[in-house]
Protein backbone atom coordinates (compact mmCIF):
# COMPACT_ATOMS: atom_id res chain seq x y z
CA UNK A 1 0.00 0.00 0.00
CA UNK A 2 1.13 3.41 -0.74
CA UNK A 3 0.03 6.57 0.85
CA UNK A 4 0.30 10.24 1.45
CA UNK A 5 -1.38 12.78 3.21
CA UNK A 6 -3.28 15.79 2.39
CA UNK A 7 -5.77 18.63 3.01
CA UNK A 8 -9.46 18.56 1.38
CA UNK A 9 -9.78 22.19 -0.26
CA UNK A 10 -13.05 21.86 -1.63
CA UNK A 11 -15.21 20.56 -4.59
CA UNK A 12 -15.11 21.85 -8.33
CA UNK A 13 -15.36 20.35 -11.32
CA UNK A 14 -13.04 19.60 -14.57
CA UNK A 15 -14.74 18.60 -18.07
CA UNK A 16 -13.26 16.02 -20.79
CA UNK A 17 -12.12 16.70 -24.48
CA UNK A 18 -15.37 15.08 -25.15
CA UNK A 19 -17.26 17.31 -23.03
CA UNK A 20 -18.29 14.98 -20.09
CA UNK A 21 -18.08 16.87 -16.86
CA UNK A 22 -16.71 15.36 -14.03
CA UNK A 23 -16.86 16.67 -10.15
CA UNK A 24 -14.03 16.46 -8.04
CA UNK A 25 -12.52 17.05 -5.05
CA UNK A 26 -9.05 18.90 -4.64
CA UNK A 27 -6.67 18.00 -2.59
CA UNK A 28 -3.76 19.96 -1.33
CA UNK A 29 -0.93 17.83 -1.01
CA UNK A 30 2.45 19.28 0.43
CA UNK A 31 5.21 17.29 0.51
CA UNK A 32 5.01 14.54 3.43
CA UNK A 33 8.76 13.67 5.07
CA UNK A 34 9.34 10.36 6.03
CA UNK A 35 10.07 10.49 9.90
CA UNK A 36 10.57 6.69 9.91
CA UNK A 37 10.54 3.02 8.92
CA UNK A 38 8.83 0.56 11.33
CA UNK A 39 10.24 -3.41 10.46
CA UNK A 40 8.83 -6.62 12.03
CA UNK A 41 12.55 -7.21 13.40
CA UNK A 42 12.47 -3.89 15.44
CA UNK A 43 8.38 -3.33 15.56
CA UNK A 44 6.35 -6.23 14.54
CA UNK A 45 5.57 -4.84 11.02
CA UNK A 46 6.40 -2.48 8.02
CA UNK A 47 5.30 0.67 7.95
CA UNK A 48 6.60 4.20 6.61
CA UNK A 49 6.13 7.35 9.12
CA UNK A 50 4.85 10.04 7.51
CA UNK A 51 5.32 13.66 9.36
CA UNK A 52 3.14 16.49 7.22
CA UNK A 53 2.97 20.24 8.16
CA UNK A 54 5.36 21.94 10.04
CA UNK A 55 4.95 23.01 13.99
CA UNK A 56 7.52 25.93 15.33
CA UNK A 57 9.66 25.09 17.39
CA UNK A 58 8.68 26.43 20.14
CA UNK A 59 5.12 25.14 20.13
CA UNK A 60 6.50 21.34 19.62
CA UNK A 61 7.55 19.18 22.48
CA UNK A 62 10.91 17.69 23.20
CA UNK A 63 10.27 14.29 22.06
CA UNK A 64 8.69 16.12 18.76
CA UNK A 65 11.80 17.97 18.42
CA UNK A 66 14.11 14.94 19.07
CA UNK A 67 11.75 13.08 16.70
CA UNK A 68 11.59 14.65 13.77
CA UNK A 69 15.61 15.81 13.96
CA UNK A 70 16.44 12.38 13.55
CA UNK A 71 14.56 12.57 9.97
CA UNK A 72 16.54 16.16 9.40
CA UNK A 73 13.10 18.05 9.85
CA UNK A 74 11.44 20.06 11.49
CA UNK A 75 8.68 18.83 14.06
CA UNK A 76 5.21 18.11 12.14
CA UNK A 77 1.54 19.05 12.86
CA UNK A 78 0.39 15.48 11.69
CA UNK A 79 2.11 12.29 11.95
CA UNK A 80 0.24 9.19 10.65
CA UNK A 81 1.81 5.67 9.20
CA UNK A 82 1.05 4.19 5.59
CA UNK A 83 1.43 -0.12 6.47
CA UNK A 84 3.26 -2.36 3.77
CA UNK A 85 6.43 -2.56 1.82
CA UNK A 86 5.37 -0.96 -1.41
CA UNK A 87 7.02 2.50 0.02
CA UNK A 88 10.17 1.46 1.60
CA UNK A 89 12.17 2.72 -1.20
CA UNK A 90 11.79 5.76 0.83
CA UNK A 91 14.52 6.63 2.71
CA UNK A 92 13.91 8.44 6.23
CA UNK A 93 13.96 12.37 5.43
CA UNK A 94 13.14 12.08 1.97
CA UNK A 95 10.01 13.53 0.53
CA UNK A 96 6.81 12.39 -0.95
CA UNK A 97 5.31 14.40 -3.47
CA UNK A 98 2.02 14.62 -5.25
CA UNK A 99 3.77 12.34 -8.14
CA UNK A 100 3.14 9.21 -5.86
CA UNK A 101 0.00 9.13 -7.84
CA UNK A 102 -0.61 8.87 -11.92
CA UNK A 103 -3.89 9.88 -13.33
CA UNK A 104 -6.17 6.56 -13.13
CA UNK A 105 -5.56 5.14 -10.02
CA UNK A 106 -8.28 4.02 -8.11
CA UNK A 107 -7.78 5.22 -4.13
CA UNK A 108 -9.26 4.99 -0.76
CA UNK A 109 -9.80 8.31 1.05
CA UNK A 110 -9.69 8.46 4.96
CA UNK A 111 -10.58 11.34 7.03
CA UNK A 112 -13.14 12.89 9.57
CA UNK A 113 -16.24 13.69 8.68
CA UNK A 114 -18.50 16.58 9.63
CA UNK A 115 -19.53 17.20 13.41
CA UNK A 116 -23.09 17.55 13.19
CA UNK A 117 -23.88 17.95 16.90
CA UNK A 118 -26.27 16.03 18.69
CA UNK A 119 -29.34 14.72 16.59
CA UNK A 120 -32.35 12.62 16.96
CA UNK A 121 -32.66 8.64 15.92
CA UNK A 122 -34.83 10.68 12.86
CA UNK A 123 -31.74 12.41 11.45
CA UNK A 124 -29.31 10.18 12.99
CA UNK A 125 -30.60 6.42 12.27
CA UNK A 126 -33.07 7.47 9.54
CA UNK A 127 -35.79 6.18 12.07
CA UNK A 128 -39.26 6.37 10.66
CA UNK A 129 -41.23 9.94 11.63
CA UNK A 130 -44.35 8.91 13.90
CA UNK A 131 -48.48 9.95 12.47
CA UNK A 132 -48.85 12.97 12.33
CA UNK A 133 -52.74 12.27 11.96
CA UNK A 134 -55.26 14.28 14.18
CA UNK A 135 -55.13 12.41 17.45
CA UNK A 136 -51.56 11.39 17.31
CA UNK A 137 -50.11 13.69 19.87
CA UNK A 138 -46.60 15.83 19.68
CA UNK A 139 -44.53 12.96 19.67
CA UNK A 140 -43.98 12.60 16.08
CA UNK A 141 -40.37 12.30 16.33
CA UNK A 142 -39.85 10.42 19.63
CA UNK A 143 -38.31 6.87 19.41
CA UNK A 144 -40.74 5.69 21.80
CA UNK A 145 -40.73 2.63 24.07
CA UNK A 146 -37.30 1.17 24.34
CA UNK A 147 -37.54 -1.80 26.03
CA UNK A 148 -40.75 -3.41 25.57
CA UNK A 149 -39.83 -6.07 23.32
CA UNK A 150 -41.14 -9.05 23.98
CA UNK A 151 -38.91 -11.82 26.04
CA UNK A 152 -36.60 -9.70 27.54
CA UNK A 153 -38.72 -6.84 28.89
CA UNK A 154 -36.64 -4.25 31.12
CA UNK A 155 -33.63 -4.68 28.85
CA UNK A 156 -32.40 -2.07 26.40
CA UNK A 157 -30.55 -4.13 23.97
CA UNK A 158 -26.98 -3.13 22.31
CA UNK A 159 -27.18 -1.22 19.39
CA UNK A 160 -31.26 0.30 19.89
CA UNK A 161 -31.69 3.13 17.55
CA UNK A 162 -31.02 6.04 19.38
CA UNK A 163 -30.06 10.07 19.38
CA UNK A 164 -26.62 10.95 19.72
CA UNK A 165 -23.59 12.44 18.85
CA UNK A 166 -23.77 12.55 14.41
CA UNK A 167 -20.31 12.98 12.70
CA UNK A 168 -16.87 13.48 13.69
CA UNK A 169 -15.49 10.00 13.19
CA UNK A 170 -13.13 8.18 11.11
CA UNK A 171 -14.53 7.11 7.45
CA UNK A 172 -13.38 6.24 4.22
CA UNK A 173 -14.38 6.95 0.89
CA UNK A 174 -13.60 3.64 -1.38
CA UNK A 175 -12.20 3.47 -5.19
CA UNK A 176 -12.09 6.98 -5.51
CA UNK A 177 -10.75 7.75 -9.03
CA UNK A 178 -6.90 9.81 -9.53
CA UNK A 179 -8.44 12.39 -11.96
CA UNK A 180 -5.69 14.38 -12.31
CA UNK A 181 -1.84 14.95 -10.12
CA UNK A 182 -0.89 18.65 -10.76
CA UNK A 183 2.75 18.12 -9.00
CA UNK A 184 3.40 22.00 -10.15
CA UNK A 185 0.60 23.46 -7.56
CA UNK A 186 0.66 20.25 -5.14
CA UNK A 187 -2.89 18.90 -5.62
CA UNK A 188 -4.60 15.97 -6.91
CA UNK A 189 -8.12 15.99 -8.06
CA UNK A 190 -10.61 13.07 -6.78
CA UNK A 191 -13.61 12.09 -8.54
CA UNK A 192 -16.05 12.76 -6.47
CA UNK A 193 -16.30 13.61 -2.59
CA UNK A 194 -14.24 12.72 0.27
CA UNK A 195 -14.90 12.94 4.09
CA UNK A 196 -14.29 15.86 6.63
CA UNK A 197 -14.77 19.76 6.09
CA UNK A 198 -12.54 22.04 3.96
CA UNK A 199 -9.32 22.33 5.05
CA UNK A 200 -9.56 19.17 6.82
CA UNK A 201 -6.74 16.36 7.08
CA UNK A 202 -6.97 13.28 4.20
CA UNK A 203 -4.98 10.73 4.09
CA UNK A 204 -4.98 9.46 0.18
CA UNK A 205 -3.90 5.76 -0.02
CA UNK A 206 -4.19 2.79 -2.14
CA UNK A 207 -7.50 1.38 -2.74
CA UNK A 208 -8.36 -1.69 -0.16
CA UNK A 209 -10.48 -3.77 -2.72
CA UNK A 210 -6.91 -3.88 -5.27
CA UNK A 211 -9.43 -2.08 -7.97
CA UNK A 212 -7.28 -1.97 -10.88
CA UNK A 213 -6.50 1.57 -12.55
CA UNK A 214 -8.72 2.99 -15.28
CA UNK A 215 -7.50 4.71 -18.45
CA UNK A 216 -6.57 8.64 -17.72
CA UNK A 217 -8.88 10.80 -18.88
CA UNK A 218 -7.99 13.64 -21.48
CA UNK A 219 -9.31 17.02 -19.84
CA UNK A 220 -9.48 20.20 -21.28
CA UNK A 221 -6.64 22.48 -20.46
CA UNK A 222 -7.75 26.13 -20.48
CA UNK A 223 -4.33 27.24 -19.57
CA UNK A 224 -3.14 26.46 -22.96
CA UNK A 225 -5.90 28.57 -24.46
CA UNK A 226 -5.56 31.16 -22.82
CA UNK A 227 -1.54 31.56 -23.92
CA UNK A 228 -2.81 31.20 -27.33
Known sequence: MKGILGRKLGMTQVFTVEGTLIPVTVVEVAPNVVLQKKTIETDGYEAIQLGYEDVKVQ???KAAIGHATKAGAAPKKYIREIRGSEMFNFEVGTQVTADLFTAGDMVDVTGTSKGRGYKGAIVRNNQTLGPGSHGAGPNTRHPGSLATIGRNNGIINKGRIMAGQEGGYTTTNQNLEVVLVDTDKNVILVKGNVPGPRRGL??????????????????VNYTAAKEE
Not at 202 to 219: M, Q
Open 202 to 219: VNIHSAAKNTKAVTARDL
Open 59 to 61: RAT
